[in-house]
């Protein structure tokens, strides 16, 4: 088996354990290294988020956070796919995935603001951005909402990464029958 063949199976192996520990989470704080780690990299894009989205007022500012801590995963995903870099789409696919699951975290706890802010006197921003749509009543169901897109989003990850390690097999296969 080809060399690049392989390496896609570690990954899909990897893929699968990181999405296993971040679905077992569910719609909690992030626990374990892992899952905190990956939450503090998702924080470095929510935070700039904020500043780069201020520009355009307080509701997109706001909102900014979890926009860019998703978007730059997902346009990372859509540039890989158009260079047809498979393997890397799926793992981008995975932190788009992932940083949905960690943002519904943020919009679940938008009504009742139990989780912990960077500093004091910071607003909550679900609780922000919900209030002002008129849907803090939805909260929780947004989040889960939010995280289910998020697992979709890991499960089609591992799907590609899955796709790309079988395909990369039997091209392997033809080549050394020929």
């Known amino acids: 088996m080809a060399a ?11 893929l699968g354990l990181l999405t296993a520990l971040v679905l077992a989470n569910g719609i909690a704080m992030p626990s374990g290294a892992i899952p905190n780690f990956l939450h503090l990299i998702d924080l470095v894009f929510h935070e700039a988020g904020h500043v780069i989205f201020g520009f355009f ?3 997109i500012g706001v909102l900014g956070g979890s926009l860019n801590q998703v978007l730059v995963p997902a346009v990372c995903t859509a540039v890989f796919l ?9 793992v981008t696919l995975f932190w788009t995935g992932q940083s949905l699951a960690d943002v519904a975290v943020y919009v679940a706890d938008g009504r009742a603001m139990a989780l912990p802010l960077l500093a004091d006197g910071l607003i909550h921003d679900w609780n922000f951005i919900l209030g002002r749509l008129g849907l803090l009543y939805a909260a929780e169901s947004l989040g889960r909402l939010t995280f289910g897109l998020g697992a979709l989003a890991m499960l089609a990850a591992l799907g590609l ?9 039997l091209s392997s296969q033809a080549r050394n029958r020929a």
């Open 4 to 14: 690049e063949v392989v390496g896609r199976l570690i990954g899909f192996v990897a």
């Open 82 to 90: 158009a260079r047809t870099q498979y393997g890397s789409a799926a």
């Open 57 to 59: 007022g307080q509701f």
């Open 161 to 169: 990464l899955g796709w790309t390690a079988w395909t990369r097999m």
